[in-house]
């Protein structure tokens, strides 16, 4: 039988185990709920982008090997192919809303999953169509970006 000063330092030991489990559960948590916000933020500015044909904010935000599926069901290789699609108008919207739905953290890639509404511009071939579709990205970090 343990004698009552061991027992004593034997459940503080467990409750400082159990503090620090519950604080660094807080902290990870608050850490997930900052970066979703932040990976949200970069979700909406990236369609925001796209939207008003800013290339800076492109360059900001994707990679040379940015990858994504146009609306003409055609996939994408490449930041500078999107761009040469958005500059000769195939890909123009007039409007462009994305809600992302769920975002997924895990260690360096985080993956956002939910849908768009676009309304296709004026230089689009598809003028005025409305295309309702779900969308997938994936954001990763790579040397610090």
């Given at each position: 039988?343990?004698?009552?000063?061991?027992l004593?330092?034997f459940?503080?030991?467990v409750?400082?185990?159990?503090?620090?489990?519950?604080?660094?559960?807080?902290?990870?948590?608050?850490?997930n709920?900052?970066?979703?916000?932040?990976i949200?933020?970069f979700?909406?500015?990236?369609?925001?982008?796209?939207l008003?044909?800013?290339f800076?904010?492109?360059d900001?935000?994707?990679s040379?090997?940015?990858?994504?599926n146009?609306?003409r069901n055609?996939?994408?290789?490449g930041?500078?192919?999107?761009?040469?699609?958005i500059?000769?108008g195939?890909?123009d919207y007039?409007s462009?809303?994305?809600e992302?739905?769920t975002?997924l953290?895990y260690?360096k890639?985080?993956?956002?999953?939910?849908?768009?509404?676009i309304v296709?511009?004026?230089?689009s071939p598809q003028?005025?169509?409305?295309?309702?579709r779900?969308?997938t990205n994936?954001?990763?970090?790579?040397?610090?970006?």
């Open positions: 039988m343990m004698k009552p000063e061991k004593t330092i459940y503080l030991a409750f400082l185990t159990l503090c620090s489990s519950a604080i660094f559960a807080q902290n990870s948590k608050k850490q709920d900052s970066l979703e916000q932040e949200r933020r979700d909406l500015a990236e369609a925001e982008a796209i008003k044909k800013d800076q904010a492109l900001k935000l994707a040379a090997d940015f990858t994504t146009s609306p055609v996939i994408v290789k930041k500078e192919e999107l761009k040469q699609l500059r000769k195939v890909v007039a462009f809303v994305r992302a739905e975002v953290i260690e890639t985080i993956v956002t999953v939910g849908r768009e509404t296709m511009g004026e230089k003028k005025g169509l409305t295309i309702k779900r969308y994936t954001w990763m970090n790579r040397n610090g970006k």
